[in-house]
């Protein structure tokens, strides 16, 4: 059996890359057939791998976790903790498996594995999706257990009446009063229409593109909650840093918001930027 692992890993090994942040249902398809292992099995191994995408100048406490799209692909995710910034800007690590998988086009979680216990906010922040009274929660090679048996009796979208929930496919329908070719806005403005703020009505996206040419959107994740929501900027810096890339790469950031919104989203997104890099964000109005 210990030899078998040994085997496992060295084809993990030679598969995974830094920029490794998900991994598509064919490439898990093939994986689990090569290495003889179940998919349980295989995110239990990718765990550590994503735990050391985790950036903790204050906790030092790497988190890595796992989830498991509707469509078969696993996304990966950090915690992410900003120096010198309040603590609320924290980026936990089942949050960003959630913006990975949003990123991706995911429309659906079935399974979230975690290499801790998800704290209160983060099992608020699950309960925000369409999935969550039948999605799996794994802590390291525990048994798996309902998202609803770790929040009872729980704060979430039925509370409030909201009908659509985080990943159900519905675009808001914004677009620019001018229309532009700035490449980065229009995708900025796809990650707005993409957005879920059913009890602000403030959606918002982010486009941040890095010097070798990617670009990383984020999108605003709103929480019946308010507080555990994920800002579009702290969604695109997550995306950036489970891609491989660092903040210093960072070459230009624009955050498209509703005209109407009700929450700022720029003063937060412009001191959250400030905090990891001189680039300015720049800003542009949907309607
Ligand atoms: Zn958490």
Redesign the pocket.
């Known amino acids: 059996m210990r030899r078998r692992s040994k085997i496992d890993k060295k084809i993990l090994d030679g598969f995974l890359t830094r920029e490794t942040s998900f991994l598509m249902a064919e490439e898990v398809k093939a994986l689990v057939g090569t290495m003889r292992i179940s998919v349980e099995q295989l995110v239990e191994q990718l765990l550590p791998w994503a735990a050391e995408k985790a950036i903790v100048p204050a906790s030092r406490f790497k988190v890595g976790a796992v989830s498991r799209g509707s469509s078969g692909n696993l996304y990966l995710g950090a915690n992410i903790e900003f120096k010198d910034m309040p603590v609320y800007t924290t980026i936990?690590?089942?949050?960003a498996s959630i913006a990975n998988a949003v990123s991706h086009g995911e429309t659906g979680i079935k399974a979230l594995s975690v290499t801790a216990p998800?704290?209160g906010?983060?099992r608020q922040f699950l309960s925000e999706l369409n999935t969550s009274a039948e999605m799996k929660i794994q802590v390291g090679n525990t048994e798996a257990v309902l998202l609803p048996q770790l929040l009872p009796r729980g704060f979430g979208p039925d509370n409030l009446d909201v009908r659509f929930k985080l990943m159900d496919e519905v675009s808001k329908g914004f677009s620019f009063k001018n229309p532009t070719d700035d490449e980065l806005a229009n995708k900025a403005l796809e990650a707005a229409n993409k957005s879920h703020s059913p009890y602000t009505l403030s959606h918002a996206g982010i486009a941040v593109k890095t010097r070798n040419g990617q670009t990383f959107i984020g999108h605003y994740l709103e929480n019946a909650a308010y507080n555990p929501s994920m800002l579009p900027l702290q969604a695109g810096l997550s995306n950036l840093v489970m891609a491989g890339r660092n903040f210093a790469e960072i070459s230009d950031v624009v955050l498209v918001h509703g005209q109407d919104a009700s929450v700022n989203h720029v003063e937060a997104a412009q001191s959250l930027l400030r905090s990891i890099s001189s680039v300015p964000l720049r800003v542009y109005k949907a309607e």
């Open positions: 936990h690590a089942e949050q998800p704290c906010m983060c």
